[in-house]
């Protein structure tokens, strides 16, 4: 099967200079053709940023923000969520409360 993909001029160009990929999606204008959209990444990293990696996720903290972000696989049998979550807040707390 053959897909005609239409890209903006910028996406293209951004191509053809680095080389890189480009994350998007592809919306079907019919069966056979479709245009691509780039997703627009901003970085998550800048240079006021300290984090923590901790066991199911991480804690960040800017000038600006403290953020936390946890994932816990339901498949994990040896953990239990709730305390997971309250373990890990805590040290994510405990580093927060370090870096400011």
Not at 35 to 46: C, D, I, K, L, Q
Not at 48 to 63: C, E, F, Q
């Amino acid at each position: 099967m053959t897909i005609k993909i239409q890209l903006a001029d910028s996406v293209y160009k951004t191509l053809l200079a680095g080389g890189n990929r480009i994350q998007g999606s592809i919306g079907l204008v019919s069966p056979t053709e479709g245009n691509f959209n780039a997703h627009r990444r901003t970085p998550s990293e800048r240079p006021d940023t300290r984090y923590i990696k901790l066991a199911h996720g991480r804690a960040s903290v800017t000038d600006e923000r403290v953020s936390l972000t946890l994932r816990i696989d339901r498949r994990e049998t040896d953990v239990v969520p709730c305390e997971v979550i309250d373990m890990e807040s805590q040290e994510a707390s405990d580093f927060v409360y370090a870096n400011s």
